[in-house]
């Protein structure tokens, strides 16, 4: 691979970005499908892979909205059944990046669950329904990661299909 090519060093560059994007689904301190999705537009602005670049791009694309999209809408609407108010994740939100500065590594995760027991205890003033309201939105936020992750996957590998294809 010839590095000084900018068309192979654009194609390095945006392999490199998606495998970015892909672990910061994991790690929630980057926004991933927004990487990806970089990713394919650099490779499709700056290589030299013919017109069925701008193709993998519009599917990319189309992907990488529906994900977004999904990604709140899908658990928002099981939370609102299960009666999980918004301010409680908002709450748990915030205890969560406060907890990502406290705790290393495992704070974001730990915040998380203890701002939405907190704020969920405040309200319902019952340990178990906190508890149990807890659990529903450690489920939505696991569906939202995993719908999250398969977009990020779907991306990579309509790109690795372009550059096989193209």
């Given at each position: 691979?010839?590095?000084?090519?900018?068309?192979?060093?654009?194609?390095?560059?945006?392999?490199?970005?998606?495998?970015?994007?892909?672990?910061?689904?994991?790690?929630?301190?980057l926004p991933g499908?927004?990487?990806?999705?970089?990713?394919?537009?650099?490779?499709?602005?700056?290589?030299?892979?013919?017109?069925?670049?701008?193709?993998?791009?519009?599917?990319?694309?189309?992907?990488?909205?529906?994900?977004?999209?999904?990604?709140?809408?899908?658990?928002?609407?099981?939370?609102?059944?299960?009666?999980?108010?918004?301010?409680?994740?908002?709450?748990?939100?915030?205890?969560?990046?406060?907890?990502?500065?406290?705790?290393?590594?495992?704070?974001?995760?730990?915040?998380?669950?203890?701002?939405?027991?907190?704020?969920?205890?405040?309200?319902?003033?019952?340990?178990?329904?906190?508890?149990?309201?807890?659990?529903?939105?450690?489920?939505?936020?696991?569906?939202?990661?995993?719908?999250?992750?398969?977009?990020?996957?779907?991306?990579?590998?309509?790109?690795?299909?372009?550059?096989?294809?193209?």
């Open positions: 691979m010839d590095l000084g090519d900018l068309s192979t060093t654009m194609t390095a560059l945006a392999g490199l970005l998606i495998v970015i994007g892909v672990f910061g689904v994991i790690v929630p301190a499908l927004l990487f990806c999705w970089i990713g394919v537009l650099v490779w499709a602005i700056f290589t030299d892979s013919g017109w069925g670049r701008w193709a993998i791009l519009g599917i990319a694309t189309l992907i990488a909205i529906v994900g977004e999209v999904a990604k709140y809408l899908w658990p928002g609407r099981k939370l609102k059944q299960n009666g999980v108010p918004n301010l409680s994740l908002f709450i748990g939100g915030v205890v969560g990046i406060v907890g990502f500065f406290v705790v290393p590594v495992v704070g974001l995760i730990l915040g998380f669950v203890l701002g939405i027991w907190l704020a969920e205890l405040l309200r319902l003033r019952d340990g178990k329904s906190s508890w149990t309201s807890t659990k529903h939105a450690l489920k939505a936020a696991g569906v939202s990661m995993l719908i999250e992750l398969g977009a990020a996957l779907a991306i990579a590998a309509v790109w690795v299909g372009g550059l096989l294809a193209t």
